[in-house]
């Protein structure tokens, strides 16, 4: 079984200018995890919850000051699409992440939770 | 061949034509082609046939008395797995746009769903039988994916709500989401009916 198999297509692009409270407004009305930032110079990154509460709310950071760029964790770690499913688990326990995005040659097409991971191998052994 | 093995057969069979109905259907609002739902109706009506004759097999007196009702359940189940492919395939006939199939993938996404539910439970249906653990961590799978489609069916409907549709249009737009993701509920349900029956055996 295949990354792309499992992965989810709905992907969230926020400019690296918009403020931590915009972003947050974003996860909230889209019932996301997280938002890929567009790259400021050169690298994208990638916002979720656990950045918004460790990098600015428990830092006593108002979220209307801070922009999404300041906070977003960079580089993105990705996959291939056709990255097998043991693959991409071997991956994210090395770099301790939750979630591994999805890549079809430069562009960036889904994204991987380890709920999806944990699924891809169940079905795996059924099929 | 004892009765109780044509039973079993039969129920196999009506899984690989649930299968097949599946992978049709997917095909169909995929490519945007009606033509292929003709074939589903027709598999609806190969399983109606075999549910009667499996309805026959038991009334005969296949499986000890105490089985025989939830046997009976199950063959249900699945003809009901037959029955919601087809009801969507109808609900598609009807419709003039496929509005749903510009909304970021989620309605390919429930229509792909079906067809691995379906896969799991025809390819694994006689080892279920002889491997009780692999049901139950298939259950626990079907869970997970019927729980999936229907986080997308609802999205899809926050989706299409902010679309203008005609009255018509709308109406069978809605009966055929609200219909791919039923699919999955009925795999859950039978899923859930075969582990009774697997736990009587």
Same mark, same amino acid.
């Given at each position: 079984?295949?990354?792309?198999?499992?992965?989810?297509?709905?992907?969230?692009?926020?400019?690296?200018?918009?403020?931590?409270?915009?972003?947050?407004?974003?996860?909230?009305?889209?019932?996301?995890?997280?938002?890929?930032?567009?790259?400021?110079?050169?690298?994208?990154?990638?916002?979720?919850?656990?950045?918004?509460?460790?990098?600015? /709310?428990?830092?006593?950071?108002?979220?209307?000051?801070?922009?999404?760029?300041?906070?977003?964790?960079?580089? /993105?770690?990705?996959?291939?699409?056709?990255?097998?499913?043991?693959?991409?688990?071997?991956?994210?326990?090395?770099?301790?992440?939750?979630?591994?995005?999805?890549?079809?040659?430069?562009?960036?097409?889904?994204?991987?939770?380890?709920?999806?991971?944990?699924?891809?191998? /169940?079905?795996?052994? /059924?099929? | 061949?004892?009765?109780?093995?044509?039973?079993?057969?039969?129920?196999?069979?009506?899984?690989?034509?649930?299968?097949?109905?599946?992978?049709?259907?997917?095909?169909?609002?995929?490519?945007?082609?009606?033509?292929?739902?003709?074939?589903?109706?027709?598999?609806?009506?190969?399983?109606?046939?075999?549910?009667?004759?499996?309805?026959?097999?038991?009334?005969?007196?296949?499986?000890?008395?105490?089985?025989?009702?939830?046997?009976?359940?199950?063959?249900?189940?699945?003809?009901?797995?037959?029955?919601?492919?087809?009801?969507?395939?109808?609900?598609?006939?009807?419709?003039?746009?496929?509005?749903?199939?510009?909304?970021?993938?989620?309605?390919?996404?429930?229509?792909?769903?079906?067809?691995?539910?379906?896969?799991?439970?025809?390819?694994?249906?006689?080892?279920?039988?002889?491997?009780?653990?692999?049901?139950?961590?298939?259950?626990?799978?079907?869970?997970?994916?019927?729980?999936?489609?229907?986080?997308?069916?609802?999205?899809?409907?926050?989706?299409?709500?902010?679309?203008?549709?005609?009255?018509?249009?709308?109406?069978?737009?809605?009966?055929?989401?609200?219909?791919?993701?039923?699919?999955?509920?009925?795999?859950?349900?039978?899923?859930?009916?075969?582990?009774?029956?697997?736990?009587?055996?």
């Amino acid at each position: 079984m295949r990354v792309e198999e499992v992965m989810n297509k709905r992907i969230e692009f926020v400019d690296p200018d918009l403020t931590v409270l915009e972003v947050i407004e974003k996860i909230v009305n889209k019932r996301i995890r997280s938002v890929v930032v567009k790259p400021k110079d050169k690298d994208y990154g990638v916002i979720t919850i656990r950045d918004i509460v460790y990098k600015c /709310l428990a830092k006593g950071i108002d979220p209307e000051d801070i922009k999404a760029h300041e906070i977003a964790s960079k580089p /993105l770690i990705t996959v291939e699409k056709g990255t097998s499913i043991e693959d991409a688990i071997a991956l994210v326990e090395k770099s301790r992440i939750t979630s591994v995005f999805v890549k079809d040659g430069e562009k960036i097409v889904g994204v991987v939770t380890l709920m999806d991971l944990m699924t891809g191998y /169940l079905i795996g052994r /059924l099929l | 061949m004892k009765a109780e093995e044509r039973v079993i057969g039969n129920i196999e069979q009506m899984l690989n034509l649930a299968l097949s109905a599946s992978e049709l259907l997917q095909k169909a609002v995929l490519s945007r082609d009606k033509s292929l739902l003709e074939e589903v109706s027709r598999l609806e009506r190969d399983g109606d046939d075999l549910r009667r004759s499996t309805a026959r097999e038991i009334y005969k007196g296949a499986f000890l008395p105490y089985l025989r009702s939830n046997i009976l359940r199950l063959v249900e189940d699945v003809d009901d797995i037959l029955n919601t492919t087809d009801k969507a395939g109808k609900y598609c006939r009807k419709l003039e746009k496929f509005e749903f199939l510009n909304l970021g993938g989620e309605v390919e996404r429930i229509l792909e769903l079906n067809v691995i539910l379906c896969r799991i439970i025809s390819k694994n249906f006689i080892e279920f039988f002889r491997n009780p653990e692999k049901l139950s961590e298939a259950v626990i799978v079907v869970r997970m994916l019927e729980k999936e489609a229907d986080d997308l069916k609802h999205s899809v409907l926050e989706s299409l709500r902010r679309k203008n549709f005609d009255f018509w249009e709308g109406l069978f737009t809605f009966n055929f989401i609200e219909s791919i993701e039923e699919i999955s509920d009925v795999i859950e349900d039978t899923m859930d009916t075969l582990q009774v029956v697997v736990l009587g055996l």
